[in-house]
C-alpha cells in the first residue's frame, strides 16, 4: 500500500471511515475501494487493481486496533455513506458502486452489490452479498434495526431492504421518476417515518414516507444547492444538513439546512463555504496511513501538513 498526500502522483483511494451511530461507539469500518488510483490528478484504474477490503477498526483499544480486514465489493464514490453500522453493532452494511469493466479492464462500470459483514462473529465475517440497484451508493439504517435503504447514483431508485437480525430480505424499489436523478445518500429520520435522498443528477432532494417496510416518495422535491450529495439529520430529528458540492470548477460549495418539521419540509437557510474538499480527503488518507502503522499524530505536525496543503507544497511518505 502507498500512503501520500492529494496531488503527488499515484495512491490508492479509500472510503472515509464510518462510525458506529450507537450508544458505544466502540467500532469504525473503513471501505477501501483497490481498484481506483489517483495519477497526476486522475482517476484511473491500475494495471492489476487489488481487492476492494473493508477493514474493521476497534476504538475501544488503546490504540486502535485492526479486527479485520473482509474482501468485499466497495468504491471510492460515496465516501462515507457507504458504510452503514447497525447501532447495536451486530452488523454492518457496505455498497459496492462500481467495478472493473469486464470488457475494458481500464475502465470501470456501475456495480449494485450490497454487502452484509457480521460485526459479533469473532473474527467478524461476510455473511451475505445482496443486490441493491446499478451504483449502489448511499445506504442507511433505521434506528429499530428493521428497515435498510440504498440510494442507486445509476438508475435513479432506491432500494428497500427489511431486516430481521443481521439478515436481509429486497422488499423493492422506490422510482425517483429519472435514471439521471443521481440519487448519492438516502437518510432515515429518528422517528424512522421519514427519509431524504439527495439527488446529485438534477439537484433535488426527494422526501420519502415509511411506514413499516412500506416505503413511498412522497412527490416532495426539495431544491437545495447545486449538485447535493452528503446528507445528515440532526438526532433530534428536526434539522437535516446538507452538502452540495457544486461543479468542481474551483467554486465556493454550500450547505443548506432543511426544516424537517415544516408542513411540506423544506431548505430555510444555505450558506457558503470554502471548496476544500481535495485537501480534506489528502488531510484524511495521511491521516489513515499514519493509524495504520501505529503512529501517534502530535498537533503541531498536523498543523504543518495543512499549512503546507494550503499553500500548494507537496507532502508525501510511504510505506514500503
Known amino acids: 500500500m502507498r500512503c501520500g498526500m492529494a496531488g503527488l502522483g499515484a495512491f490508492s483511494l479509500a472510503t472515509l471511515i464510518s462510525l458506529s451511530s450507537g450508544a458505544s461507539g466502540q467500532l469504525a469500518l473503513s471501505a477501501n475501494d483497490g481498484k481506483a488510483v489517483l495519477i497526476d490528478g486522475v482517476n484511473s484504474v491500475p494495471a492489476n ?6 477493514t474493521i477498526i476497534d476504538l475501544s483499544a488503546a490504540p486502535p486496533k485492526v479486527l479485520a480486514e473482509l474482501q468485499a465489493p466497495a468504491s471510492v464514490v460515496g465516501p462515507p455513506l457507504s ?9 454492518a452494511l457496505v455498497t459496492g458502486a462500481s467495478k472493473v469493466d469486464p470488457s475494458d479492464p481500464k475502465k470501470t462500470v456501475p456495480d449494485d452489490k450490497l454487502t452484509v ?26 434506528r429499530a434495526g428493521t428497515l435498510a435503504l440504498v440510494a442507486n447514483r445509476s438508475e435513479g431508485t432506491v432500494s428497500v431492504f427489511s431486516i430481521a437480525g443481521n439478515s436481509l430480505t429486497p ?26 435522498v439527495t439527488r446529485d443528477g438534477d439537484n433535488k432532494i426527494s422526501v420519502l414516507s415509511i411506514d413499516g417496510t412500506k416505503v413511498e416518495d412522497t412527490k416532495r422535491e426539495i431544491s437545495a444547492g447545486i449538485h447535493p450529495y452528503g446528507l445528515g439529520i440532526h438526532p433530534n430529528g428536526k434539522v437535516a444538513v446538507v452538502a452540495n458540492i457544486g461543479v468542481g470548477s474551483g ?30 480527503r489528502a488531510v484524511s488518507r495521511w491521516r489513515l496511513c499514519r493509524f495504520e502503522r501505529g503512529e501517534r499524530i502530535q498537533q503541531a505536525e498536523e498543523q504543518s501538513v495543512l499549512q503546507r496543503l494550503r499553500f500548494g507544497q507537496s507532502t508525501q511518505r510511504q510505506r514500503q
Do not use: C, Y
Open 49 to 54: 487493481p487489488t481487492p476492494d477490503t473493508v
Open 83 to 91: 458504510v452503514a453500522v447497525a447501532r447495536d453493532e451486530s452488523f
Open 117 to 142: 459483514i457480521d460485526l459479533k462473529a469473532s473474527p467478524p465475517k461476510v455473511s451475505a452479498q445482496l443486490q441493491a440497484g446499478k451504483g449502489a451508493a448511499g445506504v442507511s439504517i433505521n
Open 171 to 196: 422488499v423493492g424499489k422506490i422510482n425517483l421518476g429519472d435514471a439521471k436523478s443521481g440519487p448519492s445518500h438516502v437518510a432515515i429520520t429518528p422517528d424512522g417515518k421519514t427519509a431524504l
Open 251 to 280: 467554486d465556493a460549495d454550500t450547505v443548506s439546512l432543511i426544516d424537517i418539521e415544516a408542513k411540506p419540509a423544506r431548505v430555510v437557510q444555505t450558506v457558503t463555504v470554502r471548496s476544500n474538499a481535495g485537501r480534506d
